[in-house]
């Protein structure tokens, strides 16, 4: 069929909710995104969403996809130039960008990304997760996302961004919040959503203006007085630009694996032989981590703008579309994935032949931060399952958090301390 066989107007036989594929603040919806998906994928892999743009959910076609070389969103849609600077800040974050101006963001902060920078701090996020555990030990009772979840990454990104870490409780908010920028940077959410938006933007926004400018003539080895010193340079980075990427990198740090680390615990919890088998061979860490990147990830989609008419699943979608591909529900298909509703702390172990998960996107966009969240949450997670026995949750559902990713607020455990 081609993109002219389309009836645009056509309801799509499985309605999702939402640009983004999750209604936002609909808890129900956040514990289970993924028979909806399953439903969509089976259904119809091009879709047209409620708000009539384009939406995929096989696994080919979003490898296909996201190996395009093309942007996150188009510069124009839902900005008023002039009227709104902190969202338009978000707007040059180099996410949204096309090569060449997101080769040269990218090129800037992506040294501090490499698997040997990261792993550079390995000792640092062991004493962090450590004295966390060691705060919790005695009481048998803790939040996994308060007490574990939240403070190993927003420590690590305030330490590698060079942004105080005792101001990591003011951003809580102010973080969550703006991930709902991804809809009302397309004119999308309603009138509490865009307040609520453009409140967390200008805080952050003046937040960071002060920092930079404390910083100013002061550099550190972190990334925020790397970006400061290409801002100088005249040439390599604009005002907007050097406090966009900041933002993003703090947001992009923070709210994404406090999702990683809380949801991965949630399901070993729920699947005890699975936690079982970690705590017996804590060499599968890794291999877990990748299972609960694709089993339960904290990023459902993914954006991109077609440059030129391209063919997906046997629609031609125009050029200049939008196209929110389902990340989420790529990771469960079962062209792709033997058994891919069961959780298996294994499939990923050394010796298996499985397919990569789409977590973290691909193509030029792949997520920088990939090493850095794995290696905190390997940390975090195999540390907690070594230490702590019996864990329970004490609510049978997930406390949904207030961003737009299907990131917790809430996750009350006991447990009984084995050391
Ligand atoms: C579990 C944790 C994380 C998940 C699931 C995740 C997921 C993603 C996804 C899906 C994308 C978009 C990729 C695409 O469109 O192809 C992305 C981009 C990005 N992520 Fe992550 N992320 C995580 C953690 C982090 C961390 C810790 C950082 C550190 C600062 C980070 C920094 C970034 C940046 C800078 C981009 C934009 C890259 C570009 O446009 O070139 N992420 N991430």
Redesign the pocket.
């Known amino acids: 069929m081609s993109s002219s066989e389309v009836n645009r107007t056509e309801t799509p036989k499985t309605p999702i909710p939402g640009w983004y594929g999750l209604e936002p603040d609909d808890g129900a919806q956040a514990e289970d995104p993924y028979s909806a998906f399953k439903s969509l994928r089976e259904n119809q892999p091009v879709n047209l969403t409620p708000e009539g743009g384009w939406r995929i959910s096989g696994y080919n076609d979003i490898q296909h996809l ?1 190996r395009r070389a093309v942007a ?1 969103m188009r510069q124009t849609d839902g900005l008023i130039p002039g009227q709104n600077a902190p969202l338009e800040g978000a707007g040059v ?3 949204m ?1 096309d090569p060449p101006t ?1 080769t040269r963001l ?1 090129k800037l ?1 992506k040294k501090a ?1 490499t698997p040997r920078a990261i792993e550079a701090w390995r000792p640092r996020v062991e004493k962090i997760t450590h004295s966390l555990l060691d705060r919790v030990a005695a009481s048998g009772q803790m939040d996994l996302v308060s007490d574990l979840a939240r403070p190993v ?1 927003a420590t690590l ?1 305030c330490e ?1 961004l060079g942004v105080p870490t005792e101001d990591q409780d003011t951003f809580t908010d102010w973080t969550a919040d703006a991930t709902h920028g991804l809809l009302v940077m397309r004119g999308l959410g309603d009138e509490a959503m865009v307040k609520r938006v453009e409140a967390a933007s200008i805080s952050l926004f003046g937040y960071f203006t002060n920092l930079i400018e404390a910083r100013r003539g002061n550099p550190s080895d972190d990334l925020l007085s790397v970006l400061i010193s290409a801002e100088e340079d005249g040439d390599k980075l604009d005002p907007i630009e050097l406090l966009s990427q900041s933002i ?2 703090l947001i ?2 923070f709210e ?2 406090i ?2 680390i809380g949801n991965g615990l949630t399901t070993l919890i729920r699947h005890p032989d699975e936690l079982r088998k970690l705590r017996a061979n804590p060499e599968l860490a890794p291999s877990a981590i990748e299972e609960c ?1 694709r089993y339960s ?3 459902l989609a ?3 703008v077609v440059h030129e008419p391209t063919m997906l699943g046997g629609y031609e979608i125009p050029t200049d579309s939008e196209v929110v ?1 389902l ?1 989420a529900a790529a990771n469960r298909d079962p062209e792709v994935f033997e058994d891919p509703e069961r959780f298996d702390v294994t499939r990923y172990a050394k010796g298996r032949d499985t397919a990569p998960h789409l ?12 090493h ?2 794995r290696l ?2 390997e940390i975090a997670i195999g540390a907690i399952v070594q230490r702590f026995d019996e864990m329970k949750l004490v609510n049978e559902a997930t406390e949904w958090g207030a961003s737009l990713f299907r990131v917790p607020g809430r996750i009350p455990i006991t447990f009984v301390d084995r050391t």
């Open positions: 996201l996150g974050f180099m996410l960008q997101h990218r902060v990304f990454p990104i590698l993003g990198l992009a740090g994404t694996t999702g990683l990147l990830g904290p990023i993914t954006v991109r591909a990340l977590s973290f996107g691909g193509g030029v966009h792949f997520c920088l931060g990939a850095l969240a905190e949450s």
